[in-house]
């Protein structure tokens, strides 16, 4: 039987797969929001499973920081850009989720046997859930040519990271967790502010395009 903390960690991984299958910027933005906040669920119930108070200010910081806040501030930027769709890359959204699904579906084989800890039950699940996300996140930084598209295959990527070593490791210390968090968060914001560098001076932000520049 799959625990609830599986469940929320196996939604995230397949709203992540969704996203491979849109251009749409804001839509993508939504299923990051909505992964996230079941990734936050599964903190919670990590928390209480474990009596670790920790785990619960964890929790909050991601819902309202990289589920509400990174996506908010990635959406007033494109808005500000007048960039609403992406334009993709070398294989059809269709052809790349698909992709991404049996990337989640080998998640499963690579980690069926995977030491897990005495306490997590049925651990697997979450390993497969965290390297789904990982190549979920690299999927999208590969098929994605706008330079906000990379950022969000770079935040999936994190999430797979932390999925990993939320369900293999009970949660990391609270201290390494906050400075992991705020380095997301700085990123982030430097990626942004990159962002309108790349648009103000080169009048787009395709990165496809950046392969064409000379000296």
């Known amino acids: 039987m799959i625990s609830g903390i599986n469940l929320c960690v196996l939604c995230a991984a397949v709203l992540a ?16 929001g909505v992964e996230t906040l079941f990734i936050a669920g599964a903190t919670v119930l ?22 509400l806040g990174v996506p908010f501030f990635l959406l007033r930027t494109s808005e500000k850009l007048n960039v609403h769709r992406d334009v993709g890359a070398m294989i059809t959204p269709p052809l790349a989720m698909h992709l991404s699904i049996v990337l989640f579906a080998l998640s499963f084989v690579l980690t069926r046997n995977i030491p897990t800890p005495q306490l997590v039950v049925n651990g697997w699940y979450g390993a497969a859930a965290g390297i789904s996300l990982l190549f979920t996140g690299l999927v999208v930084m590969l098929t994605r040519r706008l330079a906000i598209g990379q950022i969000l295959g770079f935040l999936v990527i994190e999430n797979g990271i932390y999925v990993f070593a939320l ?38 932000i395709d990165v496809a395009l950046l392969t064409n520049l000379k000296e």
Request: overall charge neutral; glycine content about 10%.
């Open 167 to 204: 369900t293999q490791t009970l949660g990391m210390p609270m201290l390494v967790e906050m400075g992991i968090l705020l380095d997301m968060l700085v990123g982030v914001m430097v990626c942004g502010v990159l962002v309108f560098k790349i648009q103000k001076s080169f009048e787009h």
């Open 17 to 32: 797969c969704l996203m491979v299958g849109s251009l749409h910027l804001r839509l993508n933005l939504f299923l990051y």
């Open 46 to 67: 990590t928390a209480n499973a474990h009596g670790d108070a920790s785990l619960i200010c964890i929790a909050i910081l991601i819902g309202t920081l990289k589920a």
